[in-house]
């Protein structure tokens, strides 16, 4: 799905999403990701909502961020609510949707000039 740019410059945005990739700054990303403004982690460990752990938002919360749009493939799934409150009880919001979903959110809350943080879990090709 390709994804609108609305002409922020110097700013990661998503540009399309398909299964198991992401299109940011003009490059392919095929595995679960996390995406700020300004910085990109590559190789987000887990693939999926029943592989997320407390450890993992470690890295998202090094992106400092106000809030988390967390994309957790085809279809919304929710985290353990335990996992959510290390980031609510930090002040950090999180919001939880389909990746389509999470990828559109973030571009819209990078143009409003959030500090936002886009976790997507992507599932890797073999895998589907």
Not at 46 to 63: C, G, H, K, M
Request: proline letters at 2%; one cysteine or more; charged letters at 25%.
């Amino acid at each position: 799905m390709k994804l609108t740019d609305d002409g922020i410059t110097g700013a990661n945005l998503v540009h399309s999403y398909a299964r198991g990739q992401v299109r940011v700054a003009g490059e392919v990303i095929r595995g679960s990701c996390l995406i700020s403004r300004d910085r990109l982690v590559r190789a987000w460990r887990p693939r999926s909502i029943a592989q997320l752990t407390e450890e993992d938002f470690e890295a998202v919360l090094a992106l400092e961020p106000e809030i988390v749009v967390l994309g957790s493939g085809a279809d919304q799934q929710f985290p353990d609510s335990r996992l959510l409150a290390t980031l609510m009880s930090r002040g950090i919001g999180c919001e939880v949707m389909e990746t389509g979903a999470a990828c559109r959110t973030y571009n819209v809350l990078v143009s409003e000039d959030r500090r936002v943080v886009a976790a997507l879990l992507l599932e890797d090709d073999e895998e589907s």
